[in-house]
């Protein structure tokens, strides 16, 4: 496989549920970044991993917990959402997190539905 | 505070040219991009411009003006794969990348 991998592409949850996404890119990309994207909003930047490390945490709740086992996957832990977290969750990937062009590729999202 | 101005949607003709704008109020300016994005898949980067002027990449082309904070994305020869999202987004002086809401693009035969 090639790219930026999302999974599950669609998910469904109660508020009390907890459930992970993953992304998985196959670039040799240093950097990984969760974003959410909200209908006519600008993108949110929630996470950013430089090699392995999280560089950055932009006042995300709690309730959204990552993981960066290595420098190819990136998780997101849900617990306890609230139905405003309903939005479609990006994940990219760049060579790294530094001044370089620093083009972003993205996985497809995983469209998160809270109920 | 940071702002990425463009229009919320547009509407074009088949074959016809289109004129994306964006404009923007940042910190600083490390560069800017457009990427673009059809429903239900990943935004794909299209453009970077840094210096001042045109930069053109076959059909599509990307202008920029720091002196006016003002970006434009230039269509032509529409085809109807070209209607999606297009994704406007600058670096400011930390190297974040600052977003706009991005422009739903109509083609219409």
């Known amino acids: 496989e090639t790219g930026v991998t999302q999974t599950p592409r669609h998910l469904v949850m109660g508020m009390t549920n907890k459930k992970s996404l993953k992304c998985e890119q196959h670039?040799?990309?240093?950097?990984m970044y969760w974003y959410k994207q909200s209908a006519k909003k600008p993108l949110e930047l929630m996470f950013v991993?430089?090699?392995?490390?999280?560089?950055e945490n932009n006042s995300v709740p709690s309730r959204f917990s990552p993981e960066c086992p290595n420098s190819s996957h990136l998780f997101l832990h849900l617990h306890t959402l609230q139905p405003e977290d309903s939005a479609l969750y990006l994940c990219?990937?760049?060579?790294?997190?530094?001044?370089?062009?620093?083009?972003?590729?993205f996985g497809a999202g995983s469209r998160l539905t809270v109920l | 505070g940071q702002n990425i101005d463009q229009p919320t949607e547009m509407t074009a003709t088949e074959g016809a040219i289109v004129q994306i704008n964006c404009t923007y109020q940042?910190?600083?300016?490390?560069?800017l991009f457009w990427y673009q994005q059809h429903a239900g898949e990943a935004p794909t980067f299209l453009s970077y411009?840094?210096l001042d002027g045109l930069e053109e990449k076959g059909r599509f082309s990307s202008f920029l003006s720091r002196s006016k904070g003002y970006s434009y994305l230039l269509l032509k020869e529409l085809q109807m794969k070209d209607s999606a999202s297009y994704l406007c987004?600058?670096?400011?002086?930390?190297?974040?990348?600052?977003w706009g809401a991005g422009t739903k693009l109509i083609i219409k035969p």
């Open positions: 670039l040799g990309h240093n950097a």
């Open positions: 940042t910190s600083g300016f490390n560069g």
């Open positions: 987004a600058v670096r400011d002086s930390n190297y974040q990348l600052i």
């Open positions: 411009n840094v």
């Open positions: 990219a990937s760049s060579q790294d997190g530094g001044s370089g062009a620093n083009v972003l590729t």
């Open positions: 991993y430089n090699f392995k490390e999280q560089t």
